[in-house]
């Protein structure tokens, strides 16, 4: 299946002094995509919850403020029994601006404790994944 792709505007207060998007915009726009990319195809699957456990960026070039939206391409790998990995390219036009990866985790908030991916979530993940995920051992 080809990835997820999603359109993030910038915002002019994104930038910081030295007039480039400040890394921590990064994680709006990770978020905002990762959001469209789950509201895509959702249903009351992940109702249940999930919340984030680790991100990582990777930047490669600066971005500096214009109107043009950024595209970010998303996927889903490393599937686990209570966890999952949502794998980002940014582009500022057709140059990768950065890469990052977030992991979240299933968890029932009644509870508060993690859960374990369900048959119908696993469906979900699996259909954005780049490549056939294997089940959990």
């Given at each position: 299946?080809p990835?997820?792709?999603?359109r ?9 002094a030295?007039g480039?998007?400040?890394?921590t ?9 990762r959001?469209s990319m789950?509201?895509?195809r959702?249903d009351?699957?992940f109702s249940?919850g ?17 109107p043009?939206?950024?595209?970010l391409?998303?996927?889903?790998d490393?599937?686990r ?10 582009y500022?036009?057709?140059?990768l ?8 985790v299933?968890f029932?908030?009644?509870?508060d ?10 469906q979900i993940?699996?259909?954005y ?9």
């Amino acid at each position: 299946m080809p990835r997820f792709v999603a359109r993030c505007a910038m915002r002019w207060s994104d930038m910081d002094a030295y007039g480039h998007v400040n890394n921590t915009a990064y994680l709006a726009y990770l978020e905002q995509a990762r959001v469209s990319m789950f509201f895509d195809r959702y249903d009351a699957s992940f109702s249940s919850g999930t919340v984030v456990k680790h991100h990582e960026i990777t930047y490669l070039r600066p971005v500096v403020y214009h109107p043009e939206p950024l595209r970010l391409e998303l996927w889903i790998d490393q599937i686990r029994a209570a966890s999952f990995r949502v794998l980002y390219d940014v582009y500022d036009g057709d140059t990768l601006a950065a890469q990052a990866s977030t992991t979240l985790v299933t968890f029932d908030f009644t509870s508060d404790r993690l859960r374990r991916i369900t048959a119908e979530e696993r469906q979900i993940l699996t259909g954005y994944a780049d490549d056939p995920v294997p089940e959990p051992t």
